[in-house]
């Protein structure tokens, strides 16, 4: 992989890192937590951590 790709693809993830950040945020802010609240809450965290493995592995390549 070239610095370009691994430089876009990172640049991608960190994107997609702080929106999924904002979204679990935004659950938390809501005063009304509807009944699937942990269920995406449960998601958010885990595509998060996806997100951050994905992202050590280009750091390290």
Known sequence: MNKVS???RLKTLQREHARVQMKLNQIYSTKSRSTDFLERQKN?????????????????Q
């Open 44 to 60: 958010l965290r885990r595509r998060l951590r996806t997100i951050e493995e994905r992202m050590d592995q280009l750091k390290q």
């Open 6 to 8: 691994k430089w876009f």
